[in-house]
């Protein structure tokens, strides 16, 4: 197992980051070159992160991916060339028995985490597995996804990316954080999709990175496991999810502000 999924299996705080979608061959190795470099600063360990396809986009002419086994191709050359684990989205069956020759966690998107055979086909691959609960699932309910994969694989995790409240908005129920713990060891704070605006009338997700920070702290402040940062170096020339992401160059400043609090947290037990 890689040195960073044993620090998180001991229950080491832990960052899962990167851009929304590998969208060519050079920009996915930027960022992970540069998360790295702030894994190792901060020693925090890092699970990069890039779905090699998007299947759930607002607009036809919305982009995708740069084709499959391209996209996966990327993903193992990051996971090779900077020792880092990989984490990426599956939309089926079979996507997620393909996917697990390339990555180390297998991605259940928000809108696919009742799908029975989905998750237990995910479960099937001995891959750790992160359901991220729908907008539209109560905490309490993701125990019945947590108990789908555990009918086949012990390592799963929940990742909390708010809820929907209205059409256009969403919002985090913290105390659900901690309900969701109590069933499920590993337990992720997605401080990018939280703040997403989505199904706007462009057929563009709109989104309100500003306040990513304040939602990474207070998710750091209540204990959970690890965050979720989609980040990019230029979110404006992002091909999706441009509007929601952190710009990488504050990143650093922001991870500094996470550990420091993470060390006042870890007192209060």
Same mark, same amino acid.
Not at 12 to 24: K, Q, S, T, Y
Not at 237 to 257: I, T, V
């Given at each position: ?71 996966? !191709?990327?993903? +193992? ?5 900077? !020792? ?39 479960? +099937?691959?001995? +891959?750790?597995? !992160?359901?991220? +609960?729908?907008?539209? /699932?109560?905490?309490? $309910? ?65 989104? !309100?990175?500003? /306040? ?32 929601? /992401? ?9 991870? $500094?502000?996470? /550990? ?10």
């Amino acid at each position: 197992m890689d040195e960073s999924l044993k620090k998180i299996e001991q229950g080491a705080f832990f960052l899962i980051a990167g851009p929304c979608v590998i969208e060519n061959e050079e920009t996915p190795i930027e960022i992970a070159t540069y998360l790295k470099q702030l894994s190792n600063k901060y020693e925090i360990p890092l699970i990069f992160k890039a779905s090699y396809k998007k299947a759930n986009r607002s607009s036809i002419h919305s982009f995708t991916g740069i084709g499959d086994l391209k996209g996966l !191709n990327v993903l +193992k050359d990051i996971a090779s060339k900077l !020792n880092v684990p990989v984490i990426t989205d599956v939309h089926s069956e079979e996507e997620a028995r393909t996917a697990a020759d390339f990555v180390d966690v297998i991605q259940i998107p928000a809108f696919l985490c009742r799908q029975t055979e989905l998750l237990l086909a995910a479960a +099937k691959t001995g +891959k750790i597995v !992160n359901v991220k +609960k729908g907008q539209f /699932m109560s905490p309490e $309910s993701m125990r019945f996804a947590v108990e789908k994969v555990r009918s086949e694989n012990e390592k799963v995790w929940l990742t909390e990316r708010g809820n929907s409240f209205g059409y256009q908005n969403l919002v985090v129920d913290f105390p659900g954080v901690k309900q969701m713990q109590s069933f499920c060891d590993t337990v992720i704070m997605d401080c990018t999709h939280a703040l997403q605006r989505p199904n706007q009338s462009a057929g563009v997700t709109g989104g !309100n990175p500003d /306040m990513i920070e304040a939602l990474a702290l207070a998710a750091t402040s209540i204990g959970v496991n690890g965050l979720f940062i989609e980040t990019h170096p230029r979110p404006s020339e992002a091909k999706s999810d441009g509007a929601n /992401m952190l710009p990488m160059d504050q990143l650093d400043q922001l991870l $500094s502000r996470i /550990m420091a609090l993470r060390e006042t947290v870890s007192t209060w037990s």
